[in-house]
């Protein structure tokens, strides 16, 4: 085993929370300690600290914050599929820096539509780490980034005031619904599992029925934006 480094070089707070979802998402949240994680990264506890001085706490609520951070996400994508065109058309002229502002003129359900798969996305990635989000408030930079992308979106597609503001919170809740119904259909299975009988008719006459989670969300997203705006 490699000796481990006493300080902090080649350190940045994303390296950590990168390292620490794999924590997460390969061994479960509470598999994470700041020793666990210095020893993955090979430096000691308080090189972690360095950055995190709060402790585990202020490492949960960077872990969140970024694993919410579509805008982040969707951005770090887009600049891989720049360098990869850069190699492709190498000598073919540069990049092309207009698709920002394309993005920008895609109608307001087009915005809304790819955030929601963004975000579903994100979420089911790192779905270790949903614990951390549900007794955080929603007000950190990437928060607030998402909720001014489905305001403008909402008031643009002709809502107003408390309509807009319900319209984001039906969307968002729609979303994480999902997301943890798609989880839970894929955890542990409960040691007392009922018996489909007559009691149950309907589910049990659907019971060979598969649940496509990928469609069914697309679906349902499509039923609820239009059934949030008039005449959507």
């Given amino acids: 085993m490699a000796p481990v480094s006493r300080n902090n070089a080649g350190l940045s707070t994303d390296r950590i929370i990168v390292e620490a979802l794999r924590i997460i998402d390969g061994q479960g949240l509470r598999r994470l300690t700041m020793r666990r994680l210095g020893d993955a990264m090979e430096v000691e506890a308080m090189a972690v600290y360095h950055h995190f001085p709060l402790g585990k706490e202020q490492l949960f609520e960077a872990i969140a914050e970024y694993v919410t951070d579509v805008h ?10 720049a360098a990869l065109g850069e190699e492709d058309g190498a000598g073919q002229g540069g990049a092309d820096t207009g698709a920002e502002d394309a993005a920008d003129e895609r109608t307001w359900d087009e915005r809304l539509r790819s955030w929601a798969q963004d975000y579903r996305a994100a979420l089911l990635k790192h779905s270790g780490a949903l614990p951390l989000l549900i007794n955080r408030r929603p007000d950190t ?3 607030v980034r998402s909720l001014e992308l489905q305001y403008a979106a909402f008031s643009e597609a002709g809502l107003e005031g408390q309509d807009v503001v319900n319209a984001a919170a039906a969307l968002e809740s729609y979303v994480t619904g999902a997301v943890v119904h798609e989880v839970r259909a894929g955890g542990l299975e409960s040691p007392h599992p009922a018996r ?5 008719p309907t589910v049990t006459g659907l019971r060979h029925t598969a649940l496509d989670h990928e469609q069914a969300f697309t679906e349902g997203l499509e039923r609820l934006l239009k059934g949030l705006v008039p005449g959507g």
Avoid at 72 to 81: V, Y
Avoid at 196 to 200: E, V
């Fill in 72 to 81: 982040r996400a969707r951005t770090a994508e887009e600049e891989a599929d």
């Fill in 196 to 200: 489909l009988d007559g009691r149950f």
């Fill in 141 to 143: 930079e990437a928060a």
